[in-house]
């Protein structure tokens, strides 16, 4: 039986929800930078105190989940499922390695006090409040997105699995890779705003 | 869709890797106002090359694909100028 499939109709459609992602975390982009543009020292003095190494490994475990998820779709199209299967399980696994280092981050943060209304952070500046109430929301939205990735990544998996995603029907992976590597370009510009520029 | 190399993605990812690294080691240094700058365009370049080769934009051929992005990418330009134009003439 031959099923129709619109290999461009659907990757458009993508394209156009991804789109709409940019848009969206461009906003908290500029409300990042114009904040930043009025309180120079207060964020200064508070990136410093962020974890830059486990901001690095981040940034590296998430670039090299997106190296798994692109040849994970290479192995699809060439027809090879085992293959494909292994990377993409190693994407799901840096992808909870990415948020277990994050899991980190933010209990560390937590019990030095600094989180949203704590008492310690609502006697700092002003600006500094203004980092953390970002610094917060901003990556705690890409972690949101991170674990929906996983979810729809491990659905991804089991179809693989199943023989329902092969070399004839791999759209649906193509596409989930692409929200992947949007998340991952996504980080690529959080990582310096938040743990570089001091 | 042929010319599509398992080593390519290999390289890309060093070359995210490399960029990783440089930007990392510059903000060891302190060079002031300049940092932001570089530190930015760094990330322009990485996440192109994400575009380009992970997101496989450099193989599709519709004219929609290589507009689709620009238009994006100018609008949110537009809405950073007009935003910032505000802020320093308040």
């Known amino acids: 039986m031959e099923t129709h499939q619109d290999y461009t109709g659907s990757k458009i459609g993508m394209w156009l929800f991804l789109l709409s992602e940019i848009l969206l975390f461009g906003g908290l982009f500029i409300l990042y930078s114009s904040y930043r543009y009025k309180n120079p020292l207060d964020f200064h003095l508070a990136a410093w105190e962020l974890n830059r190494v486990l901001g690095t490994i981040n940034t590296l475990v998430l670039i090299t989940s997106s190296l798994c998820m692109a040849l994970s779709i290479f192995f699809i199209q060439k027809g090879n499922r085992k293959l494909s299967a292994l990377f993409l399980f190693a994407t799901i696994f840096l992808g909870l390695l990415f948020l277990g280092v994050k899991y980190l981050e933010w209990t560390a943060k937590i019990e030095h006090g600094l989180y949203p209304n704590s008492p ?3 006697g700092r500046p002003k600006g500094e409040v203004l980092f953390y109430g970002l610094y917060y929301s901003m990556t705690g939205l890409h972690g949101l997105h991170v674990l929906v990735g996983i979810f729809i990544l491990s ?14 029907r791999f759209v649906p992976l193509e596409n ?6 949007l998340v991952d370009i996504i980080w690529i510009f959080l990582f310096p705003l938040f743990y570089l520029i001091t | 869709m042929e010319s599509k190399k398992y080593q390519t993605y290999i390289l890309v990812w060093l070359g995210l890797v490399i960029l990783t690294g ?3 080691s ?3 240094m302190n060079l ?3 940092s932001i700058g570089i530190v930015l365009a760094i990330a322009a370049i990485k996440s192109g090359l994400v575009f380009s080769y992970f997101m496989h934009l450099k193989y599709e051929t519709g004219l929609l694909f290589k ?5 994006v990418l100018a609008a949110l330009t537009i809405f950073i100028g007009l935003t910032f134009t505000d802020i320093a003439f308040r």
């Open chain 2, 67 to 71: 507009l689709m992005i620009p238009i």
């Open chain 2, 32 to 34: 002031g106002r300049l």
């Open chain 1, 176 to 181: 989930t890779g692409l929200y992947w590597h």
């Open chain 1, 155 to 168: 659905v991804m998996l089991v179809l693989i699995m199943k023989g329902k995603i092969n070399e004839n």
């Open chain 1, 120 to 122: 310690r952070l609502i």
């Open chain 2, 22 to 24: 440089i930007t990392v």
């Open chain 2, 26 to 28: 510059m903000a060891g």
